[in-house]
């Protein structure tokens, strides 16, 4: 079991750069892959990006390659999300997920998560 709180959100103006991080409860943290998704009103939840238990192997959603960075911080218990260039197509309640079978891939499919913070919401005004 684990718990993931997500925090560092806010309004910021399109260019404008924004980190924001999840921390997770329990001893077992490097064993879960992790991952960030968002949710626009109205919209369906999408994949943003991801990262391996260990070797720091990640992946991209194409509307953020380039624009987002995905780290991890095993000791902390800490995953951030680095967002460079935002833009307001970027707004949206960002949520962060652990996948128990993180050992075997890297998921970016929702149901592919067993755990999920409350989220921390991101405006980017144009």
């Known amino acids: 079991q684990v718990q993931l709180v997500e925090s560092g959100g806010g309004l910021v103006q399109a260019g404008d750069s924004l980190n924001v991080s999840c921390v997770a409860s329990?001893?077992?943290?490097?064993?879960?892959?992790m991952g960030w998704f968002r949710q626009a009103p109205g919209k369906e939840r999408e994949f943003v990006a991801a990262?391996?238990?260990?070797?720091?192997?990640?992946r991209y959603a194409e509307s953020v390659e380039g624009r987002f960075t995905i780290s991890r911080d095993n000791a902390k218990k800490t995953v951030y999300l680095q967002m460079n260039s935002l833009k307001p197509e970027d707004t949206a309640v960002y949520y962060c997920?652990?996948?128990?079978?993180?050992?075997?891939?890297?998921?970016?499919?929702?149901?592919?998560?067993?755990?999920w913070g409350q989220g921390t919401q991101v405006t980017v005004s144009s």
């Open positions: 997920a652990a996948d128990q079978l993180g050992l075997l891939r890297i998921g970016v499919r929702g149901d592919e998560y067993d755990y």
């Open positions: 329990g001893r077992t943290f490097s064993v879960y892959g």
């Open positions: 990262i391996g238990r260990r070797f720091g192997t990640t």
